[in-house]
């Protein structure tokens, strides 16, 4: 986790290529309200309801979309009807040698956004295959399922049912 400079709090900073085109992208949770987003630098106004895949939607500086998302590594996501391909790079869900879940290092699931835990679904110990839910997260009024994005073994679950986590909590490591 690092830092928003003026920002006061921890950020998330992921890479998220569209079609070809690269974007850093900035997410700092706030005490009350949406969390702080920056889009290259750019502070962009964001409100978003979106599961991990289905149907979902999104306020970008004051304009609503309808955001249909597709489960994979590369995601297809259908904003109003037009259609994209994006991939999301994450540095917190790399694996202890750097690589990213599902080539060999494992899985480190972790809060986007602060939440309530509300319900775990594996124990240590565990053998999960590819889709297995792990955990299930509430976070702006919505309830959200991580699941495994490849086959292993549940090493470490760091929260129970009712617990309160902050943005960047490690949830469960899948190895």
Not at 132 to 158: D, P, Q, W
Not at 160 to 165: D, E, I, L, R, S
Request: hydrophobic content about 45%; glycine content about 14%.
């Amino acid at each position: 986790m690092t830092s928003i400079p003026g920002g006061g709090g921890s950020a998330s900073r992921i890479v998220v290529r569209v079609e070809g085109t690269q974007f850093a992208v900035e997410v700092e949770a706030q005490p009350q309200g949406n969390p702080r987003v920056r889009v290259d630098g750019r502070l962009v106004d964001v409100d978003a309801r979106l599961p991990l895949h289905g149907h979902g939607s999104i306020l970008v500086d004051g304009v609503a979309y309808r955001v249909d998302l597709a489960e994979g590594p590369e995601t297809d996501i259908v904003v109003d009807g037009e259609a994209f391909r994006i991939r999301i790079e994450d540095p917190r869900r790399r694996g202890r040698s750097g690589a990213a879940p599902g080539d060999g290092a494992g899985q480190r699931v972790v809060a986007p956004m602060p939440g309530k835990v509300v319900a775990v679904l594996a124990t240590v110990g565990q053998a999960v295959e590819p889709g297995a839910g792990l955990v299930v997260l509430e976070a702006m009024k919505m309830e959200n399922e991580f699941r495994a994005t490849s086959g292993g073994v549940v090493a470490e679950v760091h929260v129970a049912p009712g617990q309160a986590v902050n943005a960047g909590d490690l949830l469960v490591v899948v190895r």
